[in-house]
Protein backbone atom coordinates (compact mmCIF):
# COMPACT_ATOMS: atom_id res chain seq x y z
CA UNK A 1 0.00 0.00 0.00
CA UNK A 2 1.36 3.85 -0.88
CA UNK A 3 2.92 5.35 2.19
CA UNK A 4 3.48 9.05 2.56
CA UNK A 5 5.88 11.17 4.27
CA UNK A 6 5.62 14.97 4.45
CA UNK A 7 8.88 16.56 5.47
CA UNK A 8 9.97 20.53 5.15
CA UNK A 9 7.54 22.79 6.69
CA UNK A 10 8.42 25.56 8.87
CA UNK A 11 8.16 29.66 9.67
CA UNK A 12 9.07 31.82 6.87
CA UNK A 13 8.84 35.55 6.04
CA UNK A 14 6.49 36.82 2.52
CA UNK A 15 9.00 36.43 -0.02
CA UNK A 16 11.04 33.88 1.07
CA UNK A 17 11.29 30.02 -0.11
CA UNK A 18 10.90 26.67 1.08
CA UNK A 19 10.60 23.44 -0.38
CA UNK A 20 8.77 20.44 1.18
CA UNK A 21 9.44 16.73 0.41
CA UNK A 22 6.73 13.66 -0.05
CA UNK A 23 8.46 10.77 0.25
CA UNK A 24 6.96 8.13 -1.63
CA UNK A 25 6.61 4.21 -1.34
CA UNK A 26 4.58 0.96 -2.03
CA UNK A 27 3.60 2.67 -5.44
CA UNK A 28 3.03 -0.67 -8.24
CA UNK A 29 0.30 0.91 -10.40
CA UNK A 30 1.85 3.50 -13.15
CA UNK A 31 -1.70 4.98 -13.06
CA UNK A 32 -0.80 6.64 -9.65
CA UNK A 33 -1.31 10.32 -9.23
CA UNK A 34 0.40 12.52 -6.85
CA UNK A 35 -0.50 15.68 -5.50
CA UNK A 36 -0.37 18.55 -2.70
CA UNK A 37 -2.90 20.02 -1.67
CA UNK A 38 -3.16 22.64 1.81
CA UNK A 39 -5.51 23.26 4.52
CA UNK A 40 -5.86 26.42 6.39
CA UNK A 41 -7.79 27.01 9.56
CA UNK A 42 -11.10 27.12 9.01
CA UNK A 43 -11.14 26.62 5.52
CA UNK A 44 -11.61 23.24 3.37
CA UNK A 45 -8.64 21.38 1.84
CA UNK A 46 -7.81 22.73 -1.04
CA UNK A 47 -5.78 21.62 -4.34
CA UNK A 48 -2.26 22.86 -4.86
CA UNK A 49 -0.79 20.57 -7.55
CA UNK A 50 -0.04 17.27 -8.84
CA UNK A 51 1.99 15.04 -11.28
CA UNK A 52 -0.66 13.25 -13.19
CA UNK A 53 0.45 9.57 -13.28
CA UNK A 54 3.29 8.32 -14.61
CA UNK A 55 3.48 11.43 -17.41
CA UNK A 56 4.51 13.86 -14.70
CA UNK A 57 2.23 16.37 -16.06
CA UNK A 58 1.90 19.40 -13.85
CA UNK A 59 -0.94 21.22 -13.04
CA UNK A 60 -1.77 23.44 -10.38
CA UNK A 61 -4.13 25.69 -8.58
CA UNK A 62 -5.17 29.20 -9.66
CA UNK A 63 -3.69 30.52 -6.43
CA UNK A 64 0.20 29.13 -6.72
CA UNK A 65 0.62 29.56 -10.71
CA UNK A 66 4.14 30.35 -11.65
CA UNK A 67 5.24 30.63 -8.13
CA UNK A 68 5.53 27.08 -6.56
CA UNK A 69 6.46 24.33 -8.83
CA UNK A 70 5.96 20.62 -8.35
CA UNK A 71 8.83 18.14 -9.26
CA UNK A 72 9.99 14.89 -8.62
CA UNK A 73 13.07 12.26 -8.39
CA UNK A 74 12.61 8.90 -9.12
CA UNK A 75 15.73 7.49 -7.24
CA UNK A 76 14.99 9.08 -4.07
CA UNK A 77 11.45 8.35 -4.71
CA UNK A 78 10.37 11.95 -3.23
CA UNK A 79 7.93 14.74 -4.93
CA UNK A 80 8.78 17.86 -3.94
CA UNK A 81 7.10 21.18 -4.25
CA UNK A 82 8.92 24.49 -4.70
CA UNK A 83 7.38 27.42 -2.73
CA UNK A 84 8.70 30.75 -3.83
CA UNK A 85 7.64 34.00 -3.39
CA UNK A 86 5.65 33.69 -0.29
CA UNK A 87 2.78 35.17 0.80
CA UNK A 88 0.64 35.01 4.35
CA UNK A 89 -1.99 33.47 2.23
CA UNK A 90 0.50 30.25 2.10
CA UNK A 91 -0.09 29.31 5.62
CA UNK A 92 -1.38 26.13 6.13
CA UNK A 93 -0.43 22.92 6.68
CA UNK A 94 0.34 21.19 3.79
CA UNK A 95 -1.13 17.30 2.59
CA UNK A 96 0.68 14.70 0.13
CA UNK A 97 -2.09 12.66 -1.26
CA UNK A 98 -1.86 9.82 -4.01
CA UNK A 99 -4.49 8.25 -5.83
CA UNK A 100 -4.22 4.65 -8.13
CA UNK A 101 -6.86 5.37 -10.59
CA UNK A 102 -8.90 9.12 -10.27
CA UNK A 103 -9.31 10.53 -13.57
CA UNK A 104 -8.46 13.81 -14.64
CA UNK A 105 -11.76 15.29 -13.91
CA UNK A 106 -10.92 14.78 -10.36
CA UNK A 107 -7.95 15.49 -9.85
CA UNK A 108 -8.72 18.49 -8.00
CA UNK A 109 -10.66 16.87 -5.78
CA UNK A 110 -9.08 15.72 -2.43
CA UNK A 111 -12.25 13.04 -1.70
CA UNK A 112 -10.47 11.60 -4.51
CA UNK A 113 -7.40 10.70 -3.06
CA UNK A 114 -7.43 7.39 -1.17
CA UNK A 115 -3.74 7.92 0.34
CA UNK A 116 -2.56 10.55 2.55
CA UNK A 117 0.44 11.83 4.40
CA UNK A 118 0.60 13.36 8.18
CA UNK A 119 0.24 17.04 6.78
CA UNK A 120 3.52 19.53 7.26
CA UNK A 121 3.08 22.87 8.50
CA UNK A 122 3.87 25.58 6.82
CA UNK A 123 3.67 29.49 8.18
CA UNK A 124 4.64 32.74 6.31
CA UNK A 125 4.68 35.83 8.20
CA UNK A 126 5.12 39.54 7.58
Known amino acids: QVHLVESGGGAVQVGDSLRLSCAVSGVTSYTTTVAWFRQAPGKERDFVGA????????YYGDSVKDRFTISRDNDKKTVYLQMNSMKVEDTAVYYCAADANLILSTLRNPRQYDYWGQGTQVTVSS
Open 51 to 58: LWRSTGKR
